[in-house]
């Protein structure tokens, strides 16, 4: 089992930068993928980013392409999302999530995780 807790989030204006913090917490040493995904009001959870176990594997939307970044400190238990260049339509409740039946893959499909976190909110005024 894996216990994810987001931190981080926060109100910034457009063009700004926030970095998004999760803290895993586990009673194994099993490796794990993590995953970045967004919900924004009246809209369906969507993936943001994903890193595999050793960080050697990353993937990102379309989307924020370019402008996040998704890292993690395994000796940390932590995973990281660097976002820059925040626009308006980044605004949504942020949530890390935790694969651990494909460690080795950027898993990008939300059914795939196993794990959620509680969500941090992320609002870019304009």
């Known amino acids: 089992q894996v216990q994810l807790v987001e931190s981080g989030g926060g109100l910034v204006q457009a063009g700004g930068s926030l970095r998004l913090s999760c803290a895993a917490s586990?009673?194994?040493?099993?490796?794990?993928?993590m995953g970045w995904f967004r919900q924004a009001p009246g809209k369906e959870r969507e993936f943001v980013a994903a890193?595999?176990?050793?960080?050697?594997?990353?993937g990102y939307s379309d989307s924020v392409k370019g402008r996040f970044t998704i890292s993690r400190d395994n000796a940390k238990n932590t995973v990281y999302l660097q976002m820059n260049s925040l626009k308006p339509e980044d605004t949504a409740v942020y949530y890390c999530?935790?694969?651990?039946?494909?460690?080795?893959?950027?898993?990008?499909?939300?059914?795939?995780?196993?794990?959620w976190g509680q969500g941090t909110q992320v609002t870019v005024s304009s």
């Open positions: 890193i595999n176990w050793s960080g050697s594997s990353t």
């Open positions: 586990t009673r194994t040493s099993r490796p794990y993928a």
């Open positions: 999530a935790a694969d651990i039946n494909r460690p080795w893959v950027a898993v990008v499909a939300v059914d795939d995780y196993d794990y």
